[in-house]
Nanobody, 123 residues
Framework: VQLQAFGGGFVQRGGSLTLDCAASGLTFSTYATAWFRQAPGKEREFVGGISWSSGTTLFADSLKGRFTISRNAVDNTVHLQMNSLTWDDTGVYYC?????????????????WGQGTQVTVSS
């Protein structure tokens, strides 16, 4: 099983960016998929997640309204759409998958992780 997060890069403050999470050896339809991020010098934190079967999403309170998560059954990917980006959104973004439908805020509940993709928001 392998997860791969990609789509990171440099973006200006106020801009938007979409990250993708693709899986091999795993079908997202039986998992909840989440995004976490780790800013420089900080601990990894929960960004948001989606329950594939129901489409239910859950976000960190501070990110509600700016970030959205969607899924694509055709290519077995999950997307994180980020809008109105600020410097505080800079960090390495990881996708993770947990068996079942529940979206967890804690890292320890996730079975598989991607390698991370760097997002840098510049002024």
């Amino acid at each position: 099983v392998q997860l791969q997060a990609f789509g990171g890069g440099f973006v200006q403050r106020g801009g938007s960016l979409t990250l993708d999470c693709a899986a091999s050896g795993l079908t997202f339809s039986t998992y909840a998929t989440a995004w976490f991020r780790q800013a420089p010098g900080k601990e990894r934190e929960f960004v948001g997640g989606i329950s594939w079967s129901s489409g239910t999403t859950l976000f960190a309170d501070s990110l509600k309204g700016r970030f959205t998560i969607s899924r694509n059954a055709v290519d077995n990917t999950v997307h994180l759409q980020m809008n109105s980006l600020t410097w505080d959104d800079t960090g390495v973004y990881y996708c993770a998958a947990s068996r079942g439908e529940r979206i967890y805020r804690l890292q320890r509940n996730y079975d598989y992780w991607g390698q991370g993709t760097q997002v840098t928001v510049s002024s």
